[in-house]
């Protein structure tokens, strides 16, 4: 699956997640199905079912995982980072090689600090 597809496909299966567990409902086995593959609604179901996975047809959304899907977060020697998940590769790059990130598009309040702050250090 092309990754722009598996990003959307995910970025819906979190959504449903995430609205199931804020109404308090339990996500259901069929409607996730239908989420992950609207043209053969029951393929994944059915996979589950005949397989041993030992998943309930609806279980309830853990949101320690929702969580993890929605944002990346880390912190360490007086930096916090914090940015939803989506944002990774169009606003946000991340060079594995130097452990660096590139953020484009910062908010202007920031924007303002750094030049604040920056002009008032030199």
């Not at 989420?35 to 949101?63: C, H, M, Q, T, W």
């Not at 880390?74 to 660096?100: T, W, Y």
């Amino acid at each position: 699956m092309p990754s722009d597809t598996a990003s959307e496909k995910s970025h819906n299966l979190v959504a449903y997640a995430q609205a199931q567990e804020k109404i308090g409902e339990p996500i259901s086995l069929d409607e996730l199905s239908e989420v992950l593959d609207e043209d053969r609604p029951k393929n994944f179901a059915d996979f589950i079912r005949s397989g041993d996975y030992e998943i309930s047809e609806a279980f309830a959304a853990d949101k320690r995982t929702l969580n993890q899907y929605r944002r990346y977060t880390g912190r360490a020697e007086g930096m916090s980072i914090s940015f939803e998940a989506h944002l990774l590769g169009e606003r946000v790059e991340f060079d594995p090689a130097n452990a660096s990130l590139t953020i484009k598009n910062l908010p202007t309040q920031l924007v303002n600090q750094l030049q604040t702050g920056g002009s008032q250090q030199k």
